[in-house]
């Protein structure tokens, strides 16, 4: 899975720079803030669906907009996600399933699901 | 905040954060702010930015970027045409849904008073 989230960024030079620089941002991050980014980072490659790398730059990029806002304001990490970091991190991908592997499968549903309505008819 | 309310409150925050951007714009953390002071006390940050780059993603806002006086630049969100509309129909679903819910308690409070 880490990998495929890897490999998605192999496409385009200027997204797997866009990707370093996310990196970078991260890394540049002070504390506590650097150590709550990454620990999303990590639950973002195995919940995220994500595998276009267009879409997958704009959300990293985002998300590091949102960490380093925080740090520069002061904010406390637990005001930034809440009671329930699992559904912040959740929601937050969310945004971003527009193209995500699943939409196939969502078609081709709700398209069998069609055509068995029609033969009804 | 109960488990209830954060799922009641899941389906109406969209339209809770167009309606305070309709009264002007704002970016994330004013919002939050303007929530906090209308009585949504828990309302975290992250679950607002979210929200917001959902709406961005779906057309309901305009976003421009402001800078700051210190980090990065200032994302201000105001509502468009698509949003105005949307929100309208936000307005339109909540009225029935408080009305059908008010009716129903009504009229369930009156069954149990006839019991006692």
Do not use: C
């Given at each position: 899975?880490?990998?495929?989230?890897?490999?998605?960024?192999?496409?385009?030079?200027?997204?797997?720079?866009?990707?370093?620089?996310?990196?970078?941002?991260i890394?540049?991050?002070?504390?506590?803030?650097?150590?709550?980014?990454?620990?999303?980072?990590?639950?973002?490659?195995?919940?995220?669906?994500?595998t276009d790398g267009d879409t997958l730059v704009t959300m990293v990029s985002d998300f590091a907009d949102l960490w380093?806002?925080?740090?520069?304001?002061?904010?406390?990490v637990r005001s930034i996600v809440g009671?329930?970091?699992?559904?912040?991190?959740?929601?937050?991908?969310?945004?971003?399933?527009g193209k995500q592997w699943i939409d196939k499968e969502r078609k081709r549903l709700t398209d069998a699901i069609d055509q068995a309505t029609d033969q009804q008819a | 905040m109960g488990k209830q309310?954060?799922?009641?409150?899941?389906?109406?925050?969209?339209g809770i954060v167009l309606a305070t951007l309709a009264t002007q714009p704002a970016y994330g953390y004013e919002i939050t702010a303007r929530l906090r002071d209308e009585g949504f006390a828990d309302i975290a940050e992250g679950t607002?930015?979210?929200?917001?780059?959902?709406?961005?993603?779906?057309?309901?806002?305009?976003?421009?970027?402001?800078?700051?006086?210190?980090g990065p630049p200032r994302k201000v969100y105001?509502?468009?045409?698509?949003?105005?509309?949307?929100?309208?129909?936000?307005?339109k679903s909540w009225n029935f849904l408080t009305e059908r819910i008010e009716r129903?308690?009504?009229?369930?409070g009156n069954t149990n008073n006839e019991g006692e």
């Amino acid at each position: 899975m880490a990998a495929k989230w890897i490999e998605t960024l192999t496409g385009s030079l200027e997204q797997k720079k866009q990707y370093k620089q996310y990196k970078a941002r991260i890394e540049a991050l002070p504390e506590p803030y650097r150590g709550s980014a990454k620990a999303f980072e990590r639950y973002f490659m195995y919940y995220g669906g994500v595998t276009d790398g267009d879409t997958l730059v704009t959300m990293v990029s985002d998300f590091a907009d949102l960490w380093e806002r925080a740090s520069v304001d002061g904010t406390p990490v637990r005001s930034i996600v809440g009671d329930d970091p699992v559904g912040f991190a959740e929601d937050f991908a969310r945004a971003y399933d527009g193209k995500q592997w699943i939409d196939k499968e969502r078609k081709r549903l709700t398209d069998a699901i069609d055509q068995a309505t029609d033969q009804q008819a | 905040m109960g488990k209830q309310m954060t799922e009641m409150l899941k389906g109406t925050l969209e339209g809770i954060v167009l309606a305070t951007l309709a009264t002007q714009p704002a970016y994330g953390y004013e919002i939050t702010a303007r929530l906090r002071d209308e009585g949504f006390a828990d309302i975290a940050e992250g679950t607002v930015y979210a929200l917001l780059i959902r709406i961005e993603q779906r057309g309901l806002v305009d976003v421009e970027k402001v800078p700051s006086e210190k980090g990065p630049p200032r994302k201000v969100y105001s509502l468009n045409a698509v949003g105005a509309e949307y929100l309208d129909e936000f307005w339109k679903s909540w009225n029935f849904l408080t009305e059908r819910i008010e009716r129903l308690h009504n009229h369930t409070g009156n069954t149990n008073n006839e019991g006692e």
